[in-house]
């Protein structure tokens, strides 16, 4: 049996179709290549081409493209009855969702705090100042749950256009990830985002309706989204109305 080299990228080679990952037979299916750098513009490169880094530490960098492709639809999200309770008690107690207050905070928060599913076991240093640099120009974003001035959760995300690639999420206070999830998908829905990039197959996030589709589907949609102008990353309490009412609260019986 033959065993198939690993491309290992310099600085101005382009990335290998996504295509020519490793298969499900492999030991890494959807590992692609490995080297080149963490530059802005081969961040972007890399995900406009449907391709993530995910490496640890001391190892180099590895990029993926992972096949099926793990994706969250906004219009198919599932928001259970527990969730929607909780996101209304949460607004009651006065917890608020503000973008990008404190992207650089969310990043390291996600890097040392631990939060469920598989978003975000890879951010090593580089890859924290890596989207640090990335928000800075408009292309990472962060969902962040507030009361007051403490940061109780939030999550991270990278931008093209109407592409959104989920990276990791955070919580300080029990269920505040879920809410800041919730604040995203609503966001998403108000403006078109046609699916939300999970990157890698997770029970968390199947429990909310994200679904492995072919990688071939995953990158034509992708394409067709990177290409359209960026949403607006202001978060609406017309979006709290419009999610929840998936959900209608119960009613109470009449005393």
């Not at 992972?66 to 639809?73: C, D, G």
């Not at 949460?90 to 905070?105: F, H, S, T």
């Not at 940061?151 to 809410?179: H, P, Q, R, T």
């Amino acid at each position: 049996m033959s065993t198939r080299l690993l491309p290992v990228l310099g600085p101005l080679d382009a990335f290998p179709h996504p295509s020519a990952a490793l298969g499900e037979e492999s030991e890494t299916p959807g590992l692609l290549c490995a080297g080149a750098d963490l530059r802005p513009g081969r961040l972007l490169q890399a995900y406009r081409s449907g391709i993530f880094p995910w490496y640890s530490e001391g190892q180099p960098i590895l990029w993926w493209s992972t096949h099926p492709r793990m994706v969250l639809k906004p219009t198919h999200f599932h928001l259970p009855t527990s969730l929607a309770k909780r996101v209304r008690q949460a607004l009651k107690r006065g917890w608020r969702i503000e973008v990008d207050r404190a992207p650089a905070e969310v990043i390291q928060r996600c890097a040392t705090s631990p939060r469920p599913g598989q978003w975000g076991t890879w951010i090593v240093p580089d890859i924290q100042h890596a989207y640090q640099r990335l928000a800075l120009l408009g292309h990472v974003h962060s969902v962040e749950v507030w009361q007051g001035d403490t940061l109780l959760g939030g999550l991270y995300c990278v931008a093209i256009g109407k592409a959104v690639f989920g990276e990791s999420m955070f919580y300080a206070e029990n269920d505040a990830s879920k809410v800041a999830l919730c604040a995203l998908v609503a966001l998403c829905a108000a403006q078109g985002v046609p699916q939300i990039d999970c990157q890698q197959q997770t029970e968390h996030l199947a429990r909310f309706g994200a679904a492995p589709i072919p990688r071939e589907a995953f990158l034509h949609t992708l394409t067709l989204a990177a290409d359209q102008p960026p949403i607006d990353w202001h978060f609406q309490d017309l979006y709290w109305q419009q999610l929840l009412a998936r959900t209608p609260a119960p009613h109470t019986a009449p005393t």
